[in-house]
């Protein structure tokens, strides 16, 4: 007897069939409502009033209680589940469902209830080789989970071989999933082209127009998860969507259609009058249709981008057999190309009439035509279906766009192709739970003026504002997002070179009195205590969101790995704590703290260097000497020296020479003192001296022998008392 018993479908609208067996069950066993059993219906107006829990209470409370897909948390008390409408769930929330408890999974897969294939292609055959793995290695034992596969064939809502019954499935390509058709060969993706499909052929009931049809609708089953009638409606009526197939190189000489290797869906979107645009913002109301230009428009109050044109890929379908060869990027790259302008000739002729004639909106262009009024016969004067790019000339377009639920291979897919997100829903689809995420990619258009180089041209500024908010949205909205996933939205530049980091350092002034706000002497002490292994992490955790946010706006050149980047993100964005990031990131906690005392490391080395250089620069410093070369050689200035030089010798030497400053050492004429010397009888001694009788009077000559005398006395005197000194 199971006590705890979930049941989850899309919707529960999906379980009315379900719970009214339930009922029938308990009359069946004689069971009265409101005495053995109660039914609970939901108070949700989405569901309608819908049956979402029978309480019962007859021999032991048991309980089957409905629950949304993405509500795989709450299976921990779960006995028994079932899961009504799997293949109408994408993959990835089906297998979150599966635990160690008996799984009942049932999906309509053919019929015009039918959701997809994607659930027996992968799922069930993935469960399939895991029981058989199972019962291998665990030979002999019960505890082995074991899978079996039952299938219902017999219509419930026709007899068996009604030909209505085919004739419906052959007009709305129902049974198209269990016809998939085999591809010959895999070309390289280099050598395929792609092809504009003309949809008046398409849909002419011609014998190969219709198998072609049917393989593209048997793509479109096996490789998307929901799918509906709706869909073909849409490939036929809309007049705003247009169809390409890539194929392989066509053998002209075999007589026989081609392999579809992929299918791509486009909406054309956009050309929306300003008045429109300021309208809708003023009403708070976004009209039906142009979902990019209207979400652009309500994200970012702009009312000029709407004016613009754009193509929206709706599906893009690989075959089964060709998934994760290139086949899909291959079809992106020629059709970028193609709206690019790059594969289409333009002659002249086609350039002056696209100037003279007047641009048409599709949706107008449909109004003004009445499907009442067309005379529906069969066409004999029908164009080619399959026309290559080059002979179909291109819609001008300014941007590509897709709107998608996020996860993370469908984003790195188109991020591959330059594709860069500008919207994120906050809550998750119900039925998915997956966020909606809407990307787009700017064309080379002449039309537009773009500032600056950048990458994204015009879509450049409102992609920075789109990574500013959803990094703000991390600790709230985004809480629980995939650090993966929230890595590859960000994209931020984790790798700076020597001279992006001197640039940095050096360009934005005052940038240290700005962090002043922010950070405080106090937290930068508490910063430094931390990184020298001296405090626990909680010590700075109220700085690590102030530091991730500057780092991931790219106001932080440091350089950092991949997993640092991730810590930073789970710590400073998403708030988690370790015990969370063990289990996502699949490390150790010590491992994840050696990386986040690593990163704090090259935030506090970052900061204090911009603070030194912050500090240096107000400081007083002495006047630079500029030292300038000399105009004239080395040589030049010798010689000119040498001659300066010689020219004074010169002036000094005539100044020495002058008669009047030699009159000076002149010696007194007293020759008639000599003759008078020599008549008085004196004689010439040996040694050639004659004695001739001064001029000088005594009081002079004993003026100087006293005065030499004297200074000889004083020395005297001054010896004689200091040897006095020394005896006494």
């Not at 690989?318 to 992106?332: E, F, K, N």
């Not at 991390?474 to 931020?492: C, G, I, N, Q, W």
Request: charged share 25%.
């Amino acid at each position: 007897m199971y006590s705890n018993i979930f049941v989850t479908a899309p919707s529960p609208e999906n379980l009315k069939t379900l719970f009214e067996f339930i009922c029938k069950g308990f009359d069946a066993l004689e069971y009265k409502e409101h005495i053995d059993y109660d039914i609970v219906k939901s108070a949700n107006p989405e569901f309608k009033k819908a049956t979402v829990r029978i309480n019962i209470y007859k021999q032991h409370r048991q309980t089957i209680q409905y629950i949304q897909p993405h509500e795989h948390q709450k299976l921990s008390q779960v006995e028994l589940l079932v899961v009504d409408e799997a293949a109408a769930i994408p993959l990835p929330v089906v297998k979150s469902l599966l635990g160690p408890y008996l799984v009942f999974l049932s999906s309509t897969v053919n019929g015009y209830e039918g959701t997809g294939r994607s659930l027996s292609l992968k799922l069930l055959q993935q469960l399939e080789d895991q029981s058989h793995m199972t019962a291998k290695n665990v030979e002999g034992s019960i505890s082995g989970r074991l899978f079996k596969k039952i299938e219902l064939s017999e219509s419930i809502r026709y007899a068996s071989g009604d030909p209505i019954e085919s004739w419906l499935n052959a007009l709305l390509c129902l049974d198209v999933a269990n016809s998939i058709p085999s591809i010959s060969r895999l070309p390289p993706p280099s050598e395929c082209d792609l092809y504009y499909v003309n949809r008046d052929t398409l849909f002419s009931y011609h014998k190969d127009s219709e198998l072609f049809l049917q393989r593209m609708m048997a793509l479109y089953v096996a490789s998307h998860y929901k799918n509906s009638p709706n869909d073909l409606q849409l490939m036929a009526d809309a007049p705003a969507h247009h169809l390409f197939v890539l194929l392989g190189p066509v053998d002209e000489s075999k007589n026989k259609l081609p392999d579809i290797l992929c299918v791509i869906q486009v909406s054309l979107e956009g050309q929306i009058s300003r008045k429109s645009a300021i309208k809708s913002l003023s009403d708070g109301h976004q009209p039906f249709g142009d979902q990019i230009p209207w979400k652009f428009c309500e994200q970012f109050r702009d009312t000029v981008f709407p004016s613009l044109s754009g193509a929206r890929v709706v599906r893009i379908a690989t075959h089964p057999s060709a998934m994760r060869l290139g086949y899909a990027s291959a079809a992106m790259e020629l059709l970028t190309r193609y709206y690019e302008g790059q594969l289409t000739p333009i002659s002249e002729v086609d350039f002056e009439n696209n100037e003279d004639s007047p641009q048409i909106r599709v949706t107008e262009a449909a109004e003004q035509v009445s499907l009442l009024e067309e005379n529906i016969k069969p066409r004999t004067d029908l164009p080619h279906l399959l026309v290559h790019l080059r002979e179909r000339r291109a819609e001008k377009l300014h941007y590509l766009g897709v709107s998608f639920g996020l996860t993370l291979d469908l984003f790195r897919f188109w991020r591959k192709h330059k594709f860069a997100p500008f919207y994120i829903g906050q809550i998750p689809s119900t039925v998915t739970g997956e966020h909606t995420c809407m990307v787009l990619k700017p064309l080379n258009s002449e039309e537009i003026e773009v500032n600056g180089s950048d990458d994204w041209g015009f879509f450049g500024p409102f992609y920075q504002d789109f990574k500013l908010r959803f990094a703000r949205l991390l600790e709230s909205s985004f809480r629980t997002m995939e650090y993966k996933l929230a890595m590859s939205v960000l994209d931020p530049k984790i790798n700076y070179a020597d001279t992006d980091a001197g640039t940095a350092l050096s360009t934005p002034e005052g940038f240290w009195r700005s962090l002043k706000f922010d950070l405080s002497p106090y937290d930068m002490e508490r910063l430094k205590v931390y990184t020298e292994n001296l405090a626990d992490f909680h010590l700075i955790l109220d700085i690590v969101p102030i530091l991730a946010r500057l780092y991931f706006q790219g106001k932080l050149p440091i350089t950092m790995s991949y997993v640092q980047a991730s810590v930073l993100l789970c710590i400073g964005l998403q708030h988690q704590n370790i015990t969370y990031m063990e289990d996502q990131m699949k490390l150790e906690r010590t491992q994840i703290l050696s990386l986040f005392i690593k990163v704090m490391k090259k935030f506090h080395k970052y900061l204090y260097g911009i603070a030194t250089n912050e500090i240096e620069s107000t400081l007083p410093r002495l006047k630079e000497r500029t030292l300038e070369p000399h105009s004239i050689s080395v040589e030049d200035d010798l010689n000119e020296a040498a001659k300066q030089v010689e020219d004074g010798m010169k002036t000094k030497m005539e100044g020495m020479l002058n008669p009047e400053l030699l009159q000076q050492y002149a010696i007194v004429d007293r020759e008639g003192d000599f003759e008078n010397a020599l008549r008085s009888g004196g004689k010439i001694t040996s040694g050639g001296l004659i004695s001739v009788k001064s001029s000088k009077t005594k009081v002079e000559k004993h003026g100087k022998h006293d005065g030499h005398k004297s200074g000889k006395k004083r020395k005297g005197d001054n010896s004689s008392k200091s040897n006095k000194k020394s005896k006494s």
